[in-house]
C-alpha cells in the first residue's frame, strides 16, 4: 500500500538553528510531491511542488528537495513565526494523493 | 478573490443526528476535494467531485455519508445518523484543474463534535 512518512512529528528549534524535515514514500510511481504549511485551527497552505529526483524549490527560509524516495525542507535560520506542522502529500500515478502525518515545528526566540 | 469557504465553522450534533457540510470552491475552480483530519494525524482523503460529477470517492465509507457538488451552490457533504467516531474536522480544497498540479487551495474547515 502506497504510503508516506514524516519524520520527526514534532521538532523544537531556537530561532536561527538551521534543520530539515524528512518525508519517505513508498516507490509506485510518483505524479508529485507536494509540501504544505498548517497553523492551528486553519486549513493547510500550499507552499511547493516537486515533480523529479534532483529537483529543488525555494521559497524565503525554505528549500525543498526530492530524491527517488524522499524529500526534504529544509529550513534556513528559522523565526517564530515559521512555527506550524508542515505537511507533505504525495500523487501516485494511479491518482491517489496521500499526505503524511506532518511535522509540528515549532520556533522559540 | 475569496478563498475557499466552509461553513458551518463548528457543527455539534447528538448521536443519530445529520451533519450537513458546504464548501463554496473559490472563483474559477470547478474541481472539489473533502478531507478528514483527526487530532495528530494527517489529512485522509474522502472524495474528488467536479461539477455534477463524482471523480474519485474511494476514501468516503461506504455507509452514512455522501457528497455532492450540483451545478449551482456549494458542494456539501452529507454525514447521515453521525457517531463518536465522526467527530473530526473536514477540510474542502478546490483548484482550477485536476489534481496532477498539486496546488490545493485549502478552507479553514469544519470541525464536527459529535455528543
Given at each position: 500500500e502506497d504510503q508516506v512518512t514524516q519524520s520527526p512529528e514534532a521538532l523544537r528549534l531556537q530561532e536561527?538553528?538551521?534543520?530539515?524535515?524528512?518525508?519517505s514514500y513508498t516507490v509506485s510511481g510518483l505524479r508529485g510531491l507536494f509540501w504544505y504549511r498548517q497553523d492551528p485551527g486553519k486549513g493547510p497552505e500550499f507552499l511547493?511542488?516537486?515533480?523529479?529526483?534532483?529537483?529543488?524549490?525555494?521559497?524565503?527560509?525554505?528549500?525543498?528537495?526530492?530524491?527517488?524516495?524522499?524529500?526534504?525542507l529544509h529550513i534556513t535560520a528559522p523565526k517564530p513565526e515559521d512555527s506550524a506542522t508542515y505537511l507533505c502529500a504525495v500523487l501516485y500515478n494511479n491518482n491517489d494523493m496521500r499526505f503524511g502525518a506532518g511535522t509540528r515545528l515549532t520556533v522559540k526566540p | 478573490n475569496a478563498?475557499?469557504?466552509?461553513?458551518?465553522?463548528?457543527?455539534?450534533?447528538?448521536?443519530?443526528?445529520?451533519?450537513?457540510?458546504?464548501?463554496?470552491?473559490?472563483?474559477?475552480?470547478?474541481?472539489?476535494?473533502?478531507y478528514r483530519q483527526l487530532p495528530e494525524e494527517g489529512l485522509k482523503f474522502m472524495v474528488?467531485?467536479?461539477?455534477?460529477?463524482?471523480?474519485?470517492?474511494?476514501?468516503?465509507?461506504?455507509?452514512?455519508?455522501?457528497?455532492?457538488?450540483?451545478?449551482e451552490g456549494p458542494s456539501i457533504l452529507r454525514i447521515q445518523q453521525v457517531v463518536r467516531g465522526d467527530s473530526a474536522a473536514y477540510f474542502c480544497a478546490s483548484s482550477p484543474s485536476g489534481r496532477a498540479s498539486g496546488e490545493l487551495f485549502f478552507g479553514e474547515g469544519s470541525r464536527l463534535t459529535v455528543l
Amino acid at each position: 500500500e502506497d504510503q508516506v512518512t514524516q519524520s520527526p512529528e514534532a521538532l523544537r528549534l531556537q530561532e536561527g538553528e538551521s534543520s530539515s524535515l524528512n518525508c519517505s514514500y513508498t516507490v509506485s510511481g510518483l505524479r508529485g510531491l507536494f509540501w504544505y504549511r498548517q497553523d492551528p485551527g486553519k486549513g493547510p497552505e500550499f507552499l511547493f511542488t516537486l515533480y523529479s529526483a534532483g529537483e529543488e524549490k525555494e521559497k524565503e527560509r525554505l528549500k525543498a528537495t526530492l530524491t527517488k524516495k524522499e524529500s526534504f525542507l529544509h529550513i534556513t535560520a528559522p523565526k517564530p513565526e515559521d512555527s506550524a506542522t508542515y505537511l507533505c502529500a504525495v500523487l501516485y500515478n494511479n491518482n491517489d494523493m496521500r499526505f503524511g502525518a506532518g511535522t509540528r515545528l515549532t520556533v522559540k526566540p | 478573490n475569496a478563498g475557499v469557504m466552509q461553513n458551518p465553522r463548528h457543527l455539534v450534533r447528538r448521536r443519530g443526528q445529520e451533519a450537513r457540510l458546504r464548501c463554496s470552491p473559490m472563483k474559477g475552480h470547478s474541481h472539489v476535494y473533502w478531507y478528514r483530519q483527526l487530532p495528530e494525524e494527517g489529512l485522509k482523503f474522502m472524495v474528488y467531485l467536479q461539477k455534477e460529477n463524482i471523480i474519485d470517492e474511494s476514501g468516503m465509507p461506504k455507509e452514512r455519508f455522501s457528497a455532492e457538488f450540483p451545478k449551482e451552490g456549494p458542494s456539501i457533504l452529507r454525514i447521515q445518523q453521525v457517531v463518536r467516531g465522526d467527530s473530526a474536522a473536514y477540510f474542502c480544497a478546490s483548484s482550477p484543474s485536476g489534481r496532477a498540479s498539486g496546488e490545493l487551495f485549502f478552507g479553514e474547515g469544519s470541525r464536527l463534535t459529535v455528543l
